[in-house]
T-cell receptor, first 113, second 114 residues
């Protein structure tokens, strides 16, 4: 069965600092991987996705993620965090692009000025 | 840009009542889904629907839940007899039957059971 872990429940970074959110997945074949962001009381916004090809994917809002098959990881990065990036971040996995999506528990990001 | 819409945005109901949550998927999509997110928790898959039938459902999706595509545009989730623990945000999603396109999520319906 597919599963996703996000080891960090909560992360606090200073504005302008770099960010890395960790994600590990469990799936036998090549997964379809996603990162979503959710502001309080809001819906899910897709930041980026990996389906195949280049293992470094670029997303919206200056985010990028790298797929590492050997480590079963799909970590999210941003070189310089803005206060507006404070939100909940969910890593997710699917067997195909239209299979159910399995979400991780989320990482809450706080940004201090 | 086409989007998934959901109504209502917030529904309050009393325990034991039936509720119907409505979704309008993107028009040329063929896969439809419901997910739920209990406050402060992760998003959980409930059910997927394709070709007018359930293609997969989770353990959460028990007999008190049902889904329907009553016409060519709507996709509904019915909870027959709501419980306090059904209070959650319910997200609808849709996807085309083509590899390479992700699911598109609606804004959610917040269900409060009192």
């Amino acid at each position: 069965a597919q599963s996703v872990t996000q080891p960090d429940i909560h992360i606090t970074v200073s504005e302008g600092a770099s960010l890395e959110l960790r994600c590990n997945y469990s799936y036998g074949a090549t997964p379809y991987l996603f990162w979503y962001v959710q502001s309080p009381g809001q819906g899910l916004q897709l930041l980026l996705k990996y389906f195949s090809g280049d293992t470094l994917v670029q997303g919206i809002k200056g985010f990028e993620a790298e797929f590492k098959r050997s480590q079963s990881s799909f970590n999210l990065r941003k070189p310089s965090v803005h206060w507006s990036d404070a939100a909940e971040y969910f890593c997710a996995v699917g067997k195909t692009s239209y299979d159910k999506v399995i979400f991780g528990p989320g990482t809450s990001l706080s940004v201090i000025p | 840009e086409p989007e998934v819409t959901q109504t209502p945005s917030h529904q309050v109901t009393q325990m034991g009542q039936e509720v119907i949550l409505r979704c309008v998927p993107i028009s040329n999509h063929l896969y439809f889904y419901w997910y739920r997110q209990i406050l402060g928790q992760k998003v959980e898959f409930l059910v997927s629907f394709y070709n007018n039938e359930i293609s997969e459902k989770s353990e959460i999706f028990d007999d008190q839940f049902s889904v329907e595509r009553p016409d060519g545009s709507n996709f509904t989730l019915k909870i027959r007899s709501t419980k306090l623990e059904d209070s959650a945000m319910y997200f609808c999603a849709s996807a085309p039957a083509v590899l390479g396109y992700e699911q598109y999520f609606g804004p959610g319906t917040r269900l409060t059971v009192t």
